[in-house]
């Protein structure tokens, strides 16, 4: 059994630890080497290699080239900065597909477009069924002369349900439509390599692989159109403007690195404990529900309903013993409402409001599974005794 004071980190889909290695990697560039990398002088030079450096292990990554790689502060602003400058390249088109299941940062985004904007910009949001997965031929209807672009997550970071984005790639192309997934959930835990895809933007954020929080990419396939997000100086080719974030851009380039590394043991030894938590709650807990496909997913995701109670009191009895998830349920944002993700999946409302939602990675133990798996039966027991819902 692991010790009750150390805490067991299953939440991996809202942030993940920085690898000791990409620490290290970050540090001298916050300590000795602090030079500005548009500096003309060899102290600032040397610090733009760096820069280049962390380019390359990122592109090496996704099967890219180093020039098509632009380094952000984050997933969200590489989500607006790729559909806001599809829509500017593109002004007499009018019209985005994305799905009802995407990250609030394009399902925000998209609402605003259509609603700040007078409806200038119309959105088609294509369904999941119960298990998250898309209808293609809705797809493929969706797709009109008018449509500018296709955003769609590669991975849920709800369900860790997996779309098929090759696919969908390709039909964009065959109708000279632009298309960009956001793989924030998808970098470093399913193989990627864009050479041979027809994705024209990709979204990535390094707090989600091991490097700290502040840091992300945008990918855009050399030739394509740019409208920079961020105007400024002449940083990254002209196409994102600010002093570059240095020791976080390193620390991306060597969690990029580490991915590469670990691909294998993410989909085999993580996936394992991951199938073993999912099947020994769902075996001991009556009326506990798996969300999502049961294959077409992120090897570390497994997003579980409990029948009859909440998300929240679950949560703050798992943090009793120091266990770290989430809830499906957005009711620690001070709403009653059941997650989005789960309402268009037609998870009922019995079940919606009791998800959690553990996502592992390389650094969760055998161990840390069974001790969540002789606490978990507790907690749900103890709660339904409270439920006037539950029957027994």
């Known amino acids: 059994m692991t010790p009750n004071d150390k ?3 299953m939440d991996n889909n809202a942030t993940t630890r920085v690898a000791p290695e990409v620490v290290a990697a970050m540090m001298p560039y916050l300590e000795e080497s602090y030079g500005n990398p548009s500096s003309m002088h060899t102290f600032g030079g040397q610090v733009g290699m760096a820069i280049k450096e962390a380019r390359r292990k990122v592109a090496g990554l996704l099967g890219a080239e180093p020039g098509e790689i632009i380094f952000t502060s984050c997933g969200t602003e590489s989500d607006s900065s ?11 088109k009018r019209h985005i597909v994305t799905t009802r299941v995407e990250h609030p940062a394009v399902k925000n985004l998209c609402e605003n477009l259509e609603t700040i904007t ?12 119960g298990e998250g997965m898309l209808d293609m031929a809705e797809y493929e209807a969706a797709l009109t002369e008018d449509t500018a672009i296709v955003s769609v997550m ?14 969908m790639a ?17 970098v470093g835990k399913i193989p990627i390599d864009l050479k041979s895809l027809d994705i024209d933007f990709l979204s990535l954020s390094g707090h989600k692989l091991h490097a700290p929080k502040g840091v992300g990419v945008l990918y855009i396939k050399r030739g394509r159109l740019f409208v920079p997000f961020l105007n400024g100086g002449h940083q990254e080719h002209g ?17 990029c690195e580490l991915a590469r590394e670990k691909m294998v043991e993410e989909n085999s030894r993580v996936k394992k404990l991951r199938d073993k938590l999912e099947e020994g709650l769902l075996a001991e807990i009556p009326k506990s529900i798996l969300n999502g496909h049961k294959t077409a997913r992120l090897p570390n995701t497994a997003n579980i309903s409990f029948e009859f109670v909440e998300g929240e009191a679950i949560l703050l009895h798992m943090n009793q ?11 620690t944002s001070g709403s009653l409402e059941p997650s989005h993700v789960l309402r268009a999946m037609g998870v009922p ?6 998800s959690i939602r553990f996502s592992l990675s390389v650094y969760n133990t055998e161990e840390e599974i069974d001790f969540v798996l002789a606490k978990m039966p507790v907690i749900i027991e103890s709660l339904r005794k409270l439920s006037p819902f539950w029957k027994g």
């Open 7 to 9: 805490v067991i980190y």
């Open 82 to 92: 790729a559909i806001l400058s599809a829509l500017r390249t593109y002004p007499e």
């Open 118 to 129: 007078g409806h200038k910009y119309r959105v088609t949001r294509l369904k999941v069924d």
């Open 154 to 167: 590669w991975a849920n970071n709800e369900t860790g349900v997996i779309f098929p984005v090759p696919e």
């Open 170 to 186: 390709r039909m964009a192309k065959a109708r000279g439509i632009l298309f960009h997934t956001d793989a924030v959930q998808a």
């Open 239 to 255: 196409r994102r403007g600010g002093t570059e974030n240095v020791a976080s851009i390193v620390a991306l380039g060597r969690a």
């Open 321 to 331: 013993h120091r266990i770290c998830a989430s809830s499906g349920s957005a009711c």
């Open 349 to 354: 409302f019995t079940a919606a409001h009791g």
